[in-house]
């Protein structure tokens, strides 16, 4: 998958802003009390779902002519072996050959480790520290007779991997892996949908949860601590929680800046958790403490209309770039932008998502991959008026012959942002 950075890493750098002692305390041991698992009924990806997943890739590889594909640790490899790992400079990897059982190597340590989560029938081969992880690759290409195959490369792979392969395996042509592994991960299944629909639920609740609890004088990360404790307490692996007040909300991910909650100022929040490795991604912008005022309420329905026509023009077999052009066509009749300028909307209609936040591909300009059933999106055109506040909206769907669904409900009203 494409390799974007992931929203915590994004937000690393914003959640490093002083807190009030009072707020830390509050934000730190909040009462959780009333608040229950959600997520105890949930089904895991089974063993025969996993095995629909490989026959699916192999199909794929026969149909593009290729041998084998290579993998890094993320969340590619977890969505074909199971395998839950990190990457380093001791490389583990899995190849999906075009027929047969996957290969998984792995330095020889590391070996108990890695099969603690490898999750289908595979070939675990060993290296050692003074050995090397894409020789055994080769080996194993050509035992299996496919070192002479294009081979395909994961496209968030580290270059110095297909370097090194090129170097142990020269007669294997490399080339992209996207025809298998977005041929793959882009179209969710039942239960791939049902553990999103579940870590939505929870992100919802943990904003219900929220809302009443934010006070005067509170900052944007002690708002995303709270949010994050109850996402927790709720069942959820919290992924993020970006809380924007005021003129911070018309930067799409925060400033350093630290502004608090008064009277009349904008909150944006934008929160997602996992459950299971799958994701959710809802924002939410009102006004906790005081009234909204009319330009707020203005650009607010504004958002909520732009966010509607996005869904409505997400129909299968349209392009995801068509859907970004709807949202940009009705904000530009407004007199926003043009294009990505200020004020307006400054980045995508929204992006994909599943076992990662941002997954291939976007509603952006100029995309021309055209939408099927299953395919999961993040609907989020926002509007940034700078230095004054921004309000962004966003609830994720999934196409269906029929139309799209929504995860989660979108708003109606600044003055209910939760319904």
């Not at 977005?182 to 992100?203: F, S, W, Y």
């Not at 459950?275 to 909520?304: C, H, I, L």
């Amino acid at each position: 998958m494409v390799a974007f950075p992931s929203r915590r890493a994004v937000l690393a750098g914003l959640a490093t802003v002083p807190l009030l002692s009072a707020g830390v305390l509050r934000a730190a041991e909040p009462d959780l009390s009333a608040l229950r698992d959600m997520t105890g009924g949930t089904a895991p990806i089974g063993p025969d779902e996993r095995a629909r997943r490989l026959a699916r890739a192999q199909e794929l590889m026969r149909a593009a002519g290729l041998g084998a594909v290579l993998i890094e640790p993320g969340s590619s490899m977890r969505y074909f072996t199971g395998v839950a790992w990190s990457r380093s400079e001791r490389p583990t990897l899995a190849v999906l050959p075009r027929e047969g059982a996957p290969l998984i190597v792995t330095p020889f340590f590391e070996e108990p480790s890695v099969r603690q989560t490898l999750a289908i029938p595979a070939e675990v081969r060993v290296w050692q520290e003074d050995g090397n992880a894409l020789a055994r690759v080769a080996d194993w290409l050509k035992e299996r007779r496919l070192a002479t195959l294009p081979i395909g490369i994961e496209e968030t792979t580290r270059v110095f991997i297909p370097a090194d392969l090129a170097r142990v395996a020269p007669d294997a042509r490399q080339v992209s892996a996207n025809p298998v592994v977005r041929g793959c991960r882009m179209i969710k299944t039942p239960a791939e949908l049902a553990l999103m629909q579940v870590a939505t639920d929870v992100t919802i609740a943990a904003y219900r949860w929220l809302a009443s609890r934010i006070e005067g004088g509170m900052t944007g990360a002690e708002i995303g601590a709270l949010m994050n404790a109850a996402t927790r307490k709720l069942g959820g692996d919290p992924e993020f929680a970006l809380a924007l007040v005021g003129p911070a909300a018309a930067l799409p991910h925060g400033s350093r800046e630290v502004q608090r909650i008064a009277a009349g100022q904008i909150l944006l929040m934008d929160c997602g958790c996992a459950v299971q490795g799958y994701q959710s991604d809802v924002s939410r912008t009102w006004v906790p403490k005081g009234a909204a005022t009319a330009e707020q309420r203005r650009v607010w329905d504004q958002v909520a209309r732009g966010q509607q026509l996005a869904f409505s023009a997400a129909r299968a077999g349209a392009t995801a770039g068509s859907v970004d052009d709807a949202v940009r066509a009705f904000y530009t009749g407004l007199g926003y932008g043009p294009d990505y300028r200020l004020p307006g909307l400054s980045h995508r209609t929204g992006h994909g998502i599943g076992l990662d936040g941002h997954e291939p591909v976007n509603l952006v300009r100029g995309e021309t991959t055209r939408l099927a059933p299953g395919m999961c999106f993040s609907d989020e055109p926002g509007l940034y008026l700078p230095g004054r506040f921004g309000v962004r909206l966003e609830d994720c769907f999934h196409v269906t012959a029929d139309g799209p669904r929504w995860f989660s409900t979108p708003p109606v009203s600044i003055d209910a942002p939760l319904g």
